[in-house]
């Protein structure tokens, strides 16, 4: 069977690798360093591609490794002719039909804006369209999922939420720890994503969600990526496209049909589900899920559940907030 349905993917780190190495190529066909590339998101039927700014932990936690991501992602990514930049709404009802592949910016970590909502305007301003408050660690603004501490929003992270909702930048809690998840749900007046997570019941690490948090997420129509990180699909063995499933299904079942969405973690991740191990192979997982789902909910988890979040969600025109 080939691919028949378009793919989305709200979670790639391939901006992290050309930071560390900017010789790797977007574009060459020939070259493996990085698991996302034009020609795999091609084979994979991919619609839309979002791109993390992430900055290692052994790197000054500053805009500037910010602003370096954001510079590269113009010269390295959105120079292919192939990529339409996604900062609006038009832009995204742009995609239909025109064979283009959507980039979409996000920040993983807001720990370089040093608590100055000016820094975030900016990036806003720069075309960074999605944000995860924390990496694993605390920052400034809320504690992430491995901090020991556990604790919740900061004052400043509280600010950070605002500010956001205001903007209209898009608000992740794919790393935060539980206490600040539901800080920001508390808080929130739009409905957050958990870019790249799965289901905590059907795999029972911390990076995942729990129940009443997928619950939550549904309730005010967010979006779940469910994520191809193999310790989080599975514990104890290799993760198969099939477990993949048994969270989407688990998410099924708290009501989320039209909430699940992917986020790859490809170039994030050191290992990959077999099977999965870039977009190019995204064809497996689709021809799983046929065999479970008819094709209109297929054709949600795969891709549109995440445009319909966008079309919802992004600002109307390119109007600065
Ligand atoms: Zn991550």
């Not at 190529?25 to 084979?43: A, I």
């Not at 010269?75 to 959507?102: A, C, E, F, M």
């Amino acid at each position: 069977m080939s691919l028949k349905l378009r793919s989305a993917d709200f979670h790639c780190d391939v901006l992290m690798k050309l930071l560390e190495d900017e010789s790797r190529s977007f574009t060459n066909e020939e070259r493996t360093e990085l698991d996302v590339t034009l020609p795999k998101l091609r084979q994979g039927g991919s619609v839309l591609q979002t791109f993390a700014i992430y900055i290692p932990e052994r790197m000054e936690k500053s805009m500037m490794p910010i602003l370096q991501s954001i510079d590269l992602f113009q010269r390295k990514i959105l120079t292919s002719p192939s990529l339409k930049w996604i900062r609006t709404r038009q832009d995204v009802n742009q995609l239909n039909g025109s064979g283009s592949i959507g980039a979409l910016l996000s920040l993983e970590g807001a720990d370089g804006l040093q608590g100055e909502l000016s820094m975030l305007r900016i990036l806003y301003q720069l075309g960074v369209r999605a944000v995860g408050l924390t990496w694993n660690r605390a920052n400034w603004g809320a504690d992430g999922v491995l901090e020991n501490r556990q604790g919740g929003l900061t004052g400043k992270g509280r600010e950070f939420v605002a500010e956001c909702n205001r903007l209209g930048m898009l608000l992740d809690v794919s790393h935060l720890s539980d206490k600040a998840f539901w800080d920001m749900v508390d808080i929130t007046n739009k409905p957050l994503i958990a870019s790249h997570s799965n289901a905590r019941t059907i795999c029972d690490h911390p990076r995942n969600l729990t129940d009443d948090q997928i619950r939550a997420l549904i309730a005010m129509n967010g979006r779940i990526g469910v994520t191809f990180v193999p310790q989080f699909v599975i514990a104890g063995r290799t993760a198969r496209v099939d477990d993949i499933l048994l969270h989407v299904e688990h998410i099924c079942t708290l009501g989320g049909e039209k909430h699940i969405m992917f986020g790859s973690d490809f170039d994030g991740i050191e290992s990959h589900v077999m099977g999965l191990s870039n977009p190019g192979e995204l064809e497996n997982l689709q021809e799983a899920l046929l065999q479970r789902y008819n094709e209109a909910l297929v054709s949600g988890f795969m891709a549109q559940n995440a445009l319909d979040y966008l079309l919802e969600q992004l600002p109307a025109g390119s109007k600065i907030q």
